[in-house]
Nanobody, 119 residues
């Protein structure tokens, strides 16, 4: 079972920045797509951003466009979500999600990291 190692959450004031990272713990290299979803208490999980590994094409939730940037480091099999100009409404648990190809083919979720933005 592939596990995802997430880091980078925390507490920040409105207007501040945080960077999340995510990497498969087993060193999986057959990454097709990686990204983040988020879920605030009492709400549905929503897509935030994703990146297609080979092309680098990135996709974003409309409300984070221009503030969040997703990127990847192929050598480290790691994805990053740079979050700038954070708003209180960005407060949520952010969950990494990855689609793997090859031997570990499938969709995997991280346990999530808390992001709290104070006003």
């Amino acid at each position: 079972q592939v596990q995802l190692v997430e880091s980078g959450g925390g507490l920040v004031q409105a207007g501040g920045s945080l960077r999340l990272s995510c990497v498969p713990s087993d060193g999986s290299t057959d990454i097709y797509d990686m990204g983040w979803f988020r879920q605030a208490p009492g709400t549905d999980r929503e897509f935030v951003a994703s990146i297609t590994w080979t092309s680098g094409n990135a996709y974003y939730l409309d409300s984070v466009k221009g503030r969040f940037t997703i990127s990847r480091d192929n050598a480290k099999n790691t994805a990053y979500l740079q979050m700038n100009s954070l708003k209180p409404e960005d407060t949520a648990v952010y969950l990494c999600n990855v689609y793997l190809d090859g031997l570990n083919y499938g969709n995997y979720w991280g346990q999530g990291t808390q992001v709290t933005v104070s006003s």
